[in-house]
Each structure stands twice: as C-alpha cells, then as structure tokens.
C-alpha cells in the first residue's frame, strides 16, 4: 500500500472521476497535492532537502480572449520550485487552463499574472510563468540529450521489482565524471496508475557506474508506481545510495499528455536544465500543429527522442 492509497488529502481531487469542463475563468479549479506524500516514504523532509531542482511544465494548449472578443493562442513555460509545499496535480492543471478558453484578460501580462498567482497559490510556492508566442516557438529543433544511452546493453532482466541487493557494488573503480542517459523511463501515476513515458539524463562525479547497473537502477526504480515528479526524488535517492557520487544531477523530461509536459530536475551541485535552443528556420516545423504533433508522436519515437529545446 503506498501514502496515496485514501489518504485524506486526495479525496477531492477530480483525477480519475467524470468531470465537467468549464470554459469561463475558475482558479478554484487548480487541486495541489502534498509534496510530502511522496517524500515522507524516502526519508526526505521539506526542512532538510539534500537536493535542489523545479519541475518544469511545457503549457501547449493555452487560448484565452483578448479585450475585443478575440482569441490568443501561447505556449505556456511554468517552473515550479521543489520547496513547494504541493504539487499541481495535472489534471486540475489542464481543467484550470480550458477555463481560460472563453474568458477576456486586458494583456497577454495579465494572463501571464493570473497564471503565476493562482498557481503560486495552489503549489504554496513561488511559481515563475512565461507566455510565448507560435512564432517564437516555430521550428523549434528536436534533440537528444547529451550523454552516453545506456539502453542498448546485452544483458538479462527478469525481476523488475526494486533489490537492493541487485545494485550492491553498482559503481568501482577511478573517479569520473560523466553524464547517462536512458530513454526507458516509465513512472506511473500514483492514482490511477496509467504509464508516464520519458527519458532521463544523469550527470555525475564519483566512482564510476557501470552501464549495466545504472540500466538496471532506471529498470527497477523506474517501474515502482511514483508520479513524474517523484520518480526524480526517487533515482536521485537509489543512485545516491548506492554508487555514492560526489555530485549528481537527474533530469527527466516525459512526453506530453494532454496538452501537457513535466520536466522534473534535481541535483545535489550545480545544474540548471539545457537553455532552450534558438529558433531555426525548419519547414517541418513551420506551424504549430506540427510543433504539437512533434510533442506527441507514438510510442516507437518516444523512446528514441526527447525534447530539449524549449521555450
């Protein structure tokens, strides 16, 4: 039984439930989760964090009105810090967004101002909160992330249930410092346990890990039911423990899911996640619609790519 199961602080949520779409402005749509519940298990406490680090959430479906009736279209750039007290639950995100639809804000600023407020609020955090326009983001490039993919490795896994014992000596040898990435990342949601898809990226320095043992960490630590945001929480801890790195950095990025993306990072050094990468000039990209379908392309693609640009 994990900490979501009834607890009381989810009974409200509209997750999993029928539910009626609005399309007037209605911040009471927004639900936050305690943060809590998915660090108490790993022994972590909001008072002394051994990481720093921000979700980061890409807002594709954005539309409101303007002063004069008519609509605006933006791609949304929200980071929400990790000392928040709560998460955004996603689906109350999404609920709260199409509410925006068909309701008049006087500036793109103030949109921009009523995002950061009310999810500034609900996370119990400072949230930051950028609106870009689809020419700012057309042709944004699609890119691997740095590092050497350990996916492709000749090895046998059959128990996908986390063991400790299985990653005993996980890393020897010389000091190093290198960056992993792995595109067989898999979180599921802690209430209605539907896959997340994503890939990974680990930056470390300390005794080196072998390729095998680091697949098999994201083969194990990966698959146990966490959120997005905890499944970062979660490998930084097992890769923490047990190859004992001097400095170490994850950084997720998931594929998007209803007009949304998650991006979690955490890091004990110091980090902050790639810039996003310049405009180019690309006829595969040269409107939106393609950008989204790009977003959200199927399953054989989404082991093989992850979005790194980004606005």
Not at 32 to 37: E, F, H, N
Not at 64 to 79: C, D, R, S
Not at 178 to 205: A, F, M
Not at 213 to 227: E, G, L, P, Q, V
């Amino acid at each position: 039984m994990s900490s979501y199961d009834n607890h009381q602080a989810l009974a409200g949520l509209t997750l999993g439930k029928s539910t009626d779409y609005r399309d007037t402005y209605d911040a009471s749509l927004l639900q936050g989760v305690p943060r809590s519940l998915n660090r108490d298990p790993l022994g972590l406490h909001a008072d002394n964090l051994p990481f720093h680090g921000a979700d980061i959430w890409t807002l594709y479906e954005l539309s409101w009105l303007n002063g004069k009736g008519l609509p605006q279209v933006a791609v949304g750039h929200v980071e929400l810090p990790d000392t928040s007290l709560n998460l955004v639950e996603s689906k109350s995100f999404k609920l709260y967004l199409n509410s925006f639809n068909q309701t008049r804000f006087a500036s793109w600023q103030d949109v921009a101002e009523t995002l950061t407020r009310d999810l500034s609020a609900c996370a119990q955090g400072k949230v930051k909160v950028s609106l870009y326009r689809l020419d700012e983001v057309e042709g944004q490039p699609i890119a691997r992330l740095h590092g050497t993919c350990i996916d492709d490795q000749d090895i046998e896994i059959d128990n996908y249930q986390f063991s400790a014992d299985y990653l005993q000596g996980a890393a020897s040898g010389k000091i190093v410092e290198e960056t992993l990435v792995s595109h067989l990342l898999k979180s599921n949601c802690l209430i209605t346990h539907q896959p997340d898809w994503g890939s990974v990226q680990i930056q470390y320095r300390g005794r080196k890990s072998t390729a095998s043992s680091s697949c098999a960490i994201w083969f194990r630590s990966a698959t146990i039911t966490n959120s997005m945001s905890s499944a970062s929480n979660v490998s930084l801890t097992i890769f923490s423990v047990f190859c004992q790195p001097e400095s170490l950095s994850v950084y997720a990025r998931y594929t998007r899911r209803g007009g949304l993306d998650i991006n979690p990072w955490r890091s004990n050094g110091d980090f902050s996640p790639p810039p996003a990468a310049s405009p180019v000039n690309n006829k595969q990209f040269h409107n939106l619609r393609a950008f989204r379908r790009a977003q959200g392309c199927g399953n054989a693609v989404r082991r093989a790519i992850v979005i790194t640009g980004r606005p």
